[in-house]
């Protein structure tokens, strides 16, 4: 069992940052990716970014060259730095763990961008 806590959402300005956290807990050995995806309601659940336990990243068109996904291994903790936010961007942001294909997700974080 995977046990995955985001924190750091919150309202901001067009234009504003945020910095969210995903720190994951309980069978973390083995966990190689620990991504970010987000929900508006009435729309799909899309990818954010992911990161490898490596290193290597991927991220969702919309974020590319605004937001920064990374990872501290050691405290199995995971961030996403949001730049350049647009209202757009607004939406329930989850951490997410596919541990030996079982689907972990935590419970959201909230962000909402104001234009």
């Known amino acids: 069992q995977v046990q995955l806590v985001e924190s750091g959402g919150g309202a901001v300005q067009a234009g504003g940052s945020l910095s969210l956290s995903c720190a994951a807990s309980?069978?973390?050995?083995?966990?190689?990716?620990i991504g970010w995806y987000r929900q508006d309601p009435g729309k799909q659940r899309e990818l954010v970014a992911r990161?490898?336990?490596?290193?290597?990243?991927n991220y969702g068109d919309s974020v590319k060259g605004r937001f920064t996904i990374s990872r501290d291994n050691a405290k199995n903790t995971v961030y996403l730095q949001m730049n350049s936010l647009k209202p757009e961007d607004t939406a329930v942001y989850y951490c997410?763990?596919?541990?030996?294909?079982?689907?972990?997700w935590g419970k959201g974080t909230l962000v909402t961008v104001s234009s």
């Open positions: 990161i490898r336990r490596g290193g290597n990243t």
């Open positions: 997410n763990v596919n541990y030996y294909g079982v689907e972990y």
């Open positions: 309980g069978s973390t050995f083995g966990i190689n990716a």
